[in-house]
């Protein structure tokens, strides 16, 4: 099952995205060009996902919520390759959050309002804080919180933390169920 308007999901110069199984696109986000939504992602009002000039790659239970500019980094004379964005499985990005070119592992949290630059790698199991500003080029390495801006390594997360990232991504993958269940009706 899947939803989505016409006017959600665009096709670029000739390459559309390409939806896993349950996943939610919200009527009025936008997901557009070279973009892969794995399996129960979930796309929330007004974010825009805008694979044009490059490609986006998101996996498996990963929630996108409202208002987050999802983009790469073009490939020209500054930057040869450009940068893809690509993001893992059971991330929860939260609302206004903006990811540009850059590389996001499993089980991560971006806080509201947070921002990851071009060329950022940001491990698996990591909690960036709301407002953060993750620099270009900058590694986070797993297992921590990172807040400020920029953004540096605060402290380990505690077990309670690491368990928070799975039960954020079923969470929002109930959600979603329920959302297409009355979009579907």
């Known amino acids: 099952m899947r939803h989505y308007t016409s006017n959600s999901l665009r ?4 390459t559309s995205p390409v ?3 349950r996943v ?6 936008v997901v557009l060009g070279d973009v892969e939504l794995g399996d129960d992602v979930s796309v929330w009002p007004q974010a825009s996902v805008r694979g044009d000039m490059h490609r986006i ?3 498996a239970r990963t929630s996108i919520q409202d208002g987050c500019v999802l983009h790469i980094t073009h490939a020209g004379p500054y930057n040869p390759d450009g940068w893809p964005l690509l993001i893992g499985e059971d991330v929860t990005i939260g609302h206004h959050a903006t990811l540009h070119g850059c590389t996001v592992g499993n089980r991560v949290l971006v806080g509201m309002g947070a921002t990851v630059m071009d060329g950022a790698v940001v491990e698996d199991d990591v909690v960036i804080a709301a407002g953060a500003l993750v620099t270009p080029g900058k590694t986070l390495r797993g297992g921590y919180l990172y807040g400020g801006s920029p953004a540096r390594e605060m402290r380990p997360l505690t077990d309670a933390e690491r368990d928070y990232f799975r039960y954020s991504a079923d969470n929002y993958v109930k959600l979603k169920e329920q959302h297409l269940a009355e979009l579907e009706a």
């Open 57 to 59: 790659r998101v996996g």
């Open 19 to 21: 939806l896993g199984e």
């Open 11 to 14: 096709s670029f110069r000739g």
């Open 24 to 29: 939610l696109i919200d009527p009025s986000a």
